[in-house]
């Protein structure tokens, strides 16, 4: 990093994917597209690397990372996979699907990448940069979404920048993240039981569509097995209103279908689109004059229970 303490933005062509490969070899942090939200990445293999995606994003330790490889066949270095985490890694990945399994005693990966737990969240994402740059290294990559602990996660270069510029090395600039949020995470038991332990993009019942197996929803675990179970987190920085058909007078309103805001996750009441513009709108509200956000009803069903389950944590 310069002395000015400047974060790099680079295009995410071959010759800036090359340029983070050395960065991530030497140790250094590179904030990196995937399908669902911009990661923060650094070599999973380094206590060091990891150490500094911690104290870049200001964040707990008791908080674990995933870790991103290129497919099943690395995953397996580094976790245990029960039969039912077979099945839905051959169905899901690549895609927005984080397992968290037992992890293998002789993973090599730093102790921080699990937060003391004897378990990993591994995922082989789906974005053409991030899968370029995880054939590029000859290790996998801790990364969580590249943003200040606790506030609004990035699906932006930009949205970076604005809490993590001059906090580390480099931002490859993909564009727009597609999905929105953030990956569904499920935890597979040795006994092929799972629990959701975080909503994302995928809908728990249709992983379960052609499996036959016994299974289990969570109801909820207070223990920290997987990012974004902290009660608060993606937050603003001003107080949120959930289920609002109108705005206050000092309110910014992110509207939804039929309820018209200062800007609308999807006028067309569409959960995909909202899903994808879920941060851009929380990042335009956290900007605007107004000292507080409304925010229109979402169905609470499909990707519509990612999205509620971010904006309760945004309110709380």
């Not at 179970?229 to 058909?245: D, E, I, T």
Request: hydrophobic share 45%; net charge negative.
């Amino acid at each position: 990093m310069s002395g000015k303490n400047v974060t790099a933005v680079r295009l995410a062509d071959a010759e800036g994917i090359a340029q983070a490969a050395l960065i991530l070899e030497s140790g250094g942090l590179v904030a990196v597209p995937t399908e669902t939200v911009y990661g923060l990445a650094a070599r999973a293999d380094s206590a060091e690397a990891v150490a500094k995606i911690y104290a870049a994003k200001g964040r707990p330790e008791f908080n674990p990372l995933i870790v991103h490889v290129r497919g099943v066949e690395q995953a397996e270095r580094y976790a245990h996979f029960p039969y039912y985490a077979y099945h839905l890694a051959a169905t899901i990945w690549p895609g927005p699907l984080t397992l968290v399994l037992p992890r293998r005693e002789d993973a090599g990966l730093a102790p921080a990448v699990s937060a003391g737990l004897p378990t990993i969240a591994i995922r082989v994402p789906a974005h053409g940069v991030m899968q370029a740059l995880l054939e590029a290294v000859d290790f996998p990559l801790a990364a969580p979404s590249a943003n200040r602990s606790g506030f609004i996660s990035p699906t932006t270069a930009d949205h970076v920048l604005a809490s993590l510029d001059g906090r580390i090395d480099m931002v490859l600039d993909g564009g727009a993240t597609s999905k929105g949020v953030e990956s569904t995470i499920l935890a597979v038991r040795s006994d092929d039981t799972w629990e959701e332990l975080r909503p994302g993009p995928l809908d728990p019942e249709f992983l379960n569509l052609d499996y036959k197996g016994q299974t289990r929803l969570g109801e909820g675990n207070p223990k920290i097995e997987a990012p974004g179970q902290l009660a608060s987190h993606y937050a603003p920085g001003k107080p949120v209103r959930l289920n609002a058909l109108e705005a206050a007078p000092d309110e910014f309103l992110i509207g939804f279908g039929n309820v018209a805001g200062d800007v609308t996750l999807s006028a067309s009441g569409k959960l995909a689109e909202a899903a994808s513009r879920l941060y851009a709108c929380l990042h335009e509200g956290a900007r605007a004059a107004a000292p507080r956000i409304a925010v229109a009803p979402v169905p609470e069903h499909g990707v519509g229970r990612a999205i509620n389950d971010r904006l309760r944590r945004a309110a709380a």
